[in-house]
């Protein structure tokens, strides 16, 4: 159990042991399929990923181990003004504390920070957990994708407006 955590930004220490939680949810909930971050190459160095204007990536983490992150992103061809809320997840221990909830209003926060409007998110029924999550976080179903994620594996699509 943790109850007590800090989340910062992304430190490209932090690359290796983020990347190891990501692939372990997806494998947990049996959503290690092409078309995920499982398989994306960028899982793997997200400092450099989320080096570029509109991005940031938030380390939840309880001061010894990193419990998790999520981050905002200028997925391409989003219309103007969205950003994707994108890799927010959390190790076994994390869930049910209020982290995810806590790096969500943190990106929300920082999208409008950095001038956004909505934010779009693509995610998979295997992970029902976060989909109640977004869905109590105010994000509305889409029919369809938005943007160019290159996940062709997600088939649920939510929008916030912000």
């Known amino acids: 159990m943790y109850g007590v955590y800090t989340l910062r930004?992304?430190?490209?220490?932090?690359?290796?042991?983020?990347?190891?939680i990501i692939r372990s949810v997806?494998?947990?909930?049996?959503?290690?399929?092409?078309?995920?971050?499982?398989?994306?190459?960028?899982?793997?160095?997200?400092?450099?990923?989320?080096?570029?204007?509109g991005?940031?990536?938030?380390?939840?983490?309880?001061?010894?181990?990193?419990?998790?992150?999520?981050?905002i992103f200028p997925t391409p061809n989003l219309p103007e003004g969205c950003c994707e809320l994108v890799k927010l997840y959390l190790?076994?221990?994390a869930r049910g504390q209020g982290t995810g909830k806590a790096l969500i209003l943190k990106c929300v926060e920082a999208a409008k920070?950095?001038?956004y409007k909505s934010m779009y998110l693509e995610t998979m029924p295997e992970l029902n957990t976060a989909v109640g999550l977004y869905e109590k976080?105010?994000?509305k179903y889409l029919n369809g994708p938005m943007g160019n994620s290159g996940h062709f594996g997600c088939d649920i699509w939510m929008l916030k407006n912000l």
């Open 137 to 139: 976080m105010g994000f």
């Open 91 to 93: 190790s076994p221990e």
């Open 26 to 53: 997806l494998a947990e909930f049996k959503a290690n399929k092409p078309g995920t971050v499982y398989y994306d190459p960028t899982t793997d160095d997200l400092f450099t990923l989320f080096k570029i204007h």
């Open 55 to 71: 991005a940031i990536y938030f380390v939840a983490e309880t001061g010894v181990e990193i419990i998790g992150g999520a981050g």
């Open 113 to 115: 920070q950095n001038g």
């Open 9 to 20: 930004q992304i430190t490209k220490e932090d690359n290796q042991k983020l990347a190891s």
